[in-house]
Structures are given as structure tokens and as C-alpha cells.
């Protein structure tokens, strides 16, 4: 199974997020939308696992110990590196509690997999794969800022069930 450790949204901020999507489709850009119930904020993609490690997984997300925090979004950009087909996302601005939540994570991962590894983060929400655009469009696109509260960090399992992908949350912590 694949694994990643992220930050959920309540049902109200996914709806505004899935919202800003309504944008990219007026604008004729075409790609892999992400669904509603897809969209997050990836903290670390830990990625394929057996299902015998998940427990050390597990383990270490119980030790992370933060206070809530929230979030900002920013305005909608893209993964420059990608030539033709782009990820097209919305930005969250760094502060301080999301980066030492960030840390903390990295830090109680690696305490059980010394492969993993820290490249830095940064935060988005994805919300087309393989767009087809000029990213010169994603410069008329203006997006009110918006807050999110964060109050838990979770252990996500991507799977894929009759052809669709699914991300189920399988172990979470609280944040106090």
C-alpha cells in the first residue's frame, strides 16, 4: 500500500476549495481533476509500504505532539518543471506552526525509517494533474485568501477500488 501523512479539511473549506476549480474550467484548461474528496495537504509521502512496517508507521504519528494550527491559501500556480503537462495547484503560505509541524513529522519518521528523507516542503493543494496550459493564463486567475484550521494530522493509504482512486485515512493524531 501507498502512504502519505497529511492535513485534512472540513467538509465547509473543501467545498470552497473544490470551488476555485470552477476557475481553471472557465479558463479551458484541461487535465485530471482532483476530486472534492481527494483534495489535502500532503506533509510527507512516505510512499509503497508492507503492510508488516505500518505499525513503526503508526507508532511514530502517535508521538507527534502540536498545537492546532491554521493555514492560509494563496493564489492558484503550477510545478514549473513539468513541460507539457503540469500540476496545477492552490498555494498555502509557509508559517511557522505548519513548518514545525512539518519537522516534527520528519523527525518521528525518521526515528523508524532512516530512509526518509526531508527536501523541504512545499505546501499546496493539488488540484489538476497533467494540465495542458499556458501558465501565463494562471496569472489572471485572483483567489481570496482563505483560513484553514488544522486540528489533526493523518495517515493516508492511497489504494485504487473498482478502477478509482481512493485515499482512506488509516491512523491520525490530534492536535491540542
Not at 51 to 65: G, T
Not at 131 to 142: M, P, Q, R, T, V
Request: hydrophobic share 40%; proline share 3%; aromatic share 6%.
Amino acid at each position: 500500500m501507498r502512504l502519505f501523512i497529511a492535513l485534512l479539511f472540513n467538509q465547509n473549506k473543501l467545498n470552497a476549495i473544490d470551488s476555485k476549480k470552477k476557475q481553471l474550467i472557465d479558463l479551458g484548461i484541461n487535465g485530471h481533476y482532483v476530486p472534492k474528496d481527494l483534495l489535502h495537504l500532503t506533509l510527507y509521502y512516505i510512499g509503497e509500504t508492507k503492510e508488516s512496517d505500518l505499525d513503526k508507521f503508526k507508532i511514530a504519528l502517535s508521538q507527534i505532539h502540536h498545537a492546532k494550527f491554521s493555514i492560509n491559501t494563496g493564489q492558484i500556480d503550477a510545478f514549473k518543471k513539468h513541460k507539457n503537462k503540469k500540476i496545477i495547484y492552490l498555494s498555502i503560505e509557509k508559517n511557522q506552526p505548519l513548518m514545525t509541524c512539518y519537522k516534527k513529522v520528519i523527525s518521528q519518521l525518521q526515528s523508524v525509517a532512516p530512509n526518509v528523507h526531508s527536501d523541504g516542503l512545499t505546501p499546496h493543494i493539488t488540484l489538476i494533474r497533467k494540465a495542458e496550459i499556458d501558465i501565463n493564463k494562471l496569472d489572471s486567475i485572483h483567489v481570496d485568501p482563505m483560513t484553514i484550521a488544522i486540528d489533526s494530522i493523518h495517515m493516508m493509504a492511497s489504494k485504487r477500488i473498482k478502477q478509482r482512486l481512493v485515499y482512506e485515512s488509516i491512523d491520525h493524531v490530534q492536535l491540542k
